[in-house]
């Protein structure tokens, strides 16, 4: 009859150990913050890399047998993206380093309409 009590409390003592289950919930909220990866792409006017999404896309649509540099923020027109940051003196720059010419690849005229610089130094109106 003694035998039965000593094993009684041998059981009660076991379910301590459940108390470290949720040991590994904390590391799982740490990894998720760095698996979160911006893409970065380079300034023609100033050289600097950005975050893409801080900066304004530009590529050279493809008209009566030249380019025309147009903003395109969203990648509707697919082909090469050519970025700037959201500053007037930048996209200058870029014009006047032939940089768009460069950097869209193509053989002839790139017209690009004065207007566009004021258009990517503005307040956002394309949104984000
Ligand atoms: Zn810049």
Redesign the pocket.
Known sequence: MGARVGARSGRGRGRRGGDDGGGGVGAGGISTERARHVPERR?L????RHPKPALARLVAAPGDGTHRLVRDDRSRLGGRGLY??R?VE?FERAVARRAFHRGARVSGELVIDPELGADVGGEGQWGT
């Open positions: 300034c006017g100033c050289g600097a700037v940051c500053r930048c």
